[in-house]
T-cell receptor, first 115, second 113 residues
């Protein structure tokens, strides 16, 4: 399977600032990556599908101008939370699709705290 | 819409105890069902899967059977180990084939030595 890393693992930022989270596929060239959000004691919610070389596809209710996704290469996708607010505090997880439906490999997640 | 409901944790058991984590689902069509596990500090890993009714997924001593009549996919293990301590997520994908996975809230499992 694919090895997926995320950076940073934990970030604290002030309200109104922007923060970038990186998702890297270390051993697989991923044309498709997924971004999820997880609130405490809640499910993982799919935010968007990131496609290399094209615009991301956002799920209903996710603000594309607030959560900017850039999939610039086959090994890197970034999620930028713009003008962060305390309600954006959450656990963000990315995954890489390597093949068929079942072949998704997940990163360890990034915990964002907005003060 | 599609959804997954799993028992709330944390679940605390002694080593070698029998484990059941309940999972039920709501879906249109014929979803595939999964259990994922997240060990401390690591990403989610696919533990087992079942793609049609009456299929049994199994891995590392864990089993789950796709029960369409009860819309359930309960996770079981006959004798748990301390190393099984983790968070377990039940999940489904709809039949649209668009790779979207819908997760339950997760159940944290603590195994005491």
């Amino acid at each position: 399977g694919a090895v997926v890393s995320q950076h940073p693992s934990w970030v604290i930022c002030k309200s109104g600032t922007s923060v970038k989270i990186e998702c890297r596929s270390l051993d697989f060239q991923a044309t498709t990556m997924f971004w999820y959000r997880q609130f405490p004691k809640q499910s993982l919610m799919l935010m968007a599908t990131s496609n290399e070389g094209s615009k991301a596809t956002y799920e209903q209710g996710v603000e594309k101008d607030k959560f900017l996704i850039n999939h610039a290469s086959l090994t890197l996708s970034t999620l930028t939370v713009t003008s962060a607010h305390p309600e954006d505090s959450s656990f963000y997880i990315c995954s890489v699709r390597t093949g068929g439906l079942f072949e998704q490999y997940f990163g360890p997640g990034t915990r964002l705290t907005v003060t | 819409g599609n959804s997954v409901t799993q028992m709330e944790g944390p679940v605390t058991l002694s080593e070698e105890a029998f484990l059941t984590i309940n999972c039920t689902y709501t879906a249109t069509g014929y979803p595939s069902l999964f259990w994922y596990v997240q060990y401390p500090g690591e990403g989610l890993q696919l533990l087992l899967k079942a793609t049609k009714a009456d299929d049994k997924g199994s891995n590392k001593g864990f089993e789950a059977t796709y029960r369409k009549e009860t819309t359930s996919f309960h996770l079981e293990k006959g004798s748990v180990q301390v190393s099984d301590s983790a968070v377990y997520f039940c999940a489904l994908s709809d039949s649209a084939g668009d790779d979207k996975i819908i997760f339950g809230k997760g159940t944290r499992l603590h195994i005491l030595p």
